[in-house]
Every structure is written in structure tokens, then in C-alpha cells.
């Protein structure tokens, strides 16, 4: 199993520019989440969802879009890229449900840089 | 609001010597998950921890979790220079169902000094 994978590794874009960052899983996980990481501030959620077609906000949504097409993809989406959105980004995903431990498993990130 | 506090939020230790992370949160939550993060890395999955009173070990470290105080700790049995990395305690919103919504807290910087 590959686990969770995510593209690119690394981007640069320009104010205004808009982009995609893919994230893949093959662990079957219902649940799926894009965090961001910035220095001094821990992971923040952005979105997340519970299942293919099923989406919703975390904490710092504004700015992204996410659909969910398919178990196993959880596309994240800056729609004009700004300054502020330069940060780390890391998907994650989950079993879900109760009786069940929910550990969550991280991707190797993706580190956008907008100018 | 969740809140999820670790302290201290940089570490610098000397091998051998022992210490202790703590993590408080603010509500009520029966589980809570540690993660390891490498320089430059992505997040690894130290422990989990499912109930009150949980204890779990690997290796030089040990977890454990209070649910009624709200606390968890990290403790470091004599640290060696690999243990050296950014350390996350998080937990899980009180929010049932099917959601697995993780509020982390701001993590710790353990630098082990040879």
C-alpha cells in the first residue's frame, strides 16, 4: 500500500493564481482531511470529509474548495491564491465510526509558496 | 471551543536525562493521539490512547492519559539525539457520528544536546 500520497511537493505561485493539490489514499478510509501547517500555530483544519460526496468546513476554509468524487481522492482547491495561503499543507485520512480507533494517517505534505 | 495546550513549547535536553511533555485540553474527550514530526517531515503516529488511565510505552517513550483532569503526558526516559523532533498531542472535537475532526495542539520542540 502506498498510503496516503499527495502532488505536488512543492509549489510556487503568484497572487491570484489559482491551483489543485491532489491527495490519494489506498487504504479504503471514509474519512479524509486537509490541514495546514504554519510556524508557531500546529496543524489547522480547512476541510474534511466523511465520505465520496460528502464535504465540509473545518476551522480555516476560506479560500479552498474540496469535492469528493471517490473513496479514495480528496482534491483541495485555492481559488486565488494569496499571500497568507504560503504554508505547508498535509492530507490526512481515517477509518470512521465508533468501536473503531480513527487513527488518522498523514501524507508527505505539500509546501506552496505564494508571492 | 476546543482548545488543546502543550507545554513546554521548546525543549533543549541533555542526553541521559528524563523530562516530561504535558498536553491540556479544554472539553470533554475519551481519546487523544501523539504524533512525531522530522524537520522538513511529515506527521508520524506515536500513540494512541483510547481511555482513562491509558498508558502506552515504546521504547524511551511513554503516554499517558487523564481523561478527568483533561491531561496527557509524553514522558522521555533518558533522551538520546534521535529523539529530537517536534511533538503533537491532538483530540478529537466531541462531535459523534462520523466525524474525526482532530484539534491539535501547538507542538513541541525537543532539541536532545549530546
Known amino acids: 500500500n502506498a498510503g496516503v500520497t499527495q502532488t505536488p511537493k512543492f509549489q510556487v505561485l503568484k497572487t491570484g493564481q489559482s491551483m489543485t493539490l491532489q491527495c490519494a489514499q489506498d487504504?479504503?478510509?471514509?474519512?479524509m482531511s486537509w490541514y495546514r501547517q504554519d510556524p508557531g500555530m500546529g496543524l489547522r483544519l480547512i476541510h474534511y470529509?466523511?465520505?465520496?460526496?460528502?464535504?465540509d468546513q473545518g476551522e480555516v476554509p476560506n479560500g479552498y474548495n474540496v469535492s469528493r468524487s471517490t473513496t479514495e481522492d480528496f482534491p483541495l482547491r485555492l481559488l486565488s491564491a494569496a499571500p497568507s495561503q504560503t504554508s505547508v499543507y498535509f492530507c490526512?485520512?481515517?477509518?470512521?465510526?465508533?468501536?473503531?480507533?480513527?487513527?488518522?494517517?498523514f501524507g508527505p505534505g505539500t509546501r506552496l509558496t505564494v508571492l | 471551543e476546543l482548545k488543546v495546550e502543550q507545554n513546554p513549547l521548546f525543549l533543549s535536553m541533555q542526553e541521559g536525562k528524563n523530562y516530561t511533555i504535558y498536553c491540556n485540553y479544554s472539553?470533554?474527550?475519551?481519546?487523544l493521539y501523539w504524533y512525531r514530526q522530522d524537520p522538513g517531515k511529515s506527521l508520524e503516529s506515536l500513540f494512541v490512547?483510547?481511555?482513562?488511565?491509558a498508558v502506552k510505552q515504546e521504547g524511551r517513550l511513554m503516554a499517558s492519559l487523564d481523561t478527568k483532569a483533561r491531561l496527557s503526558t509524553l514522558h522521555i526516559t533518558a533522551a538520546v539525539h534521535d529523539l529530537s523532533a517536534t511533538y503533537f498531542c491532538?483530540?478529537?472535537?466531541?462531535?459523534?457520528?462520523?466525524?474525526?475532526?482532530?484539534?491539535f495542539g501547538t507542538g513541541t520542540l525537543l532539541a536532545v544536546q549530546p
Open positions: 490526512a485520512s481515517s477509518l470512521t465510526g465508533t468501536g473503531v480507533i480513527n487513527e488518522q494517517f
Open positions: 487504504m479504503n478510509h471514509e474519512y
Open positions: 470529509s466523511v465520505g465520496a460526496g460528502i464535504t
Open positions: 472539553t470533554t474527550s475519551d481519546r
Open positions: 490512547l483510547l481511555s482513562n488511565g
Open positions: 491532538a483530540v478529537p472535537l466531541p462531535e459523534g457520528g462520523a466525524t474525526n475532526k482532530l484539534i
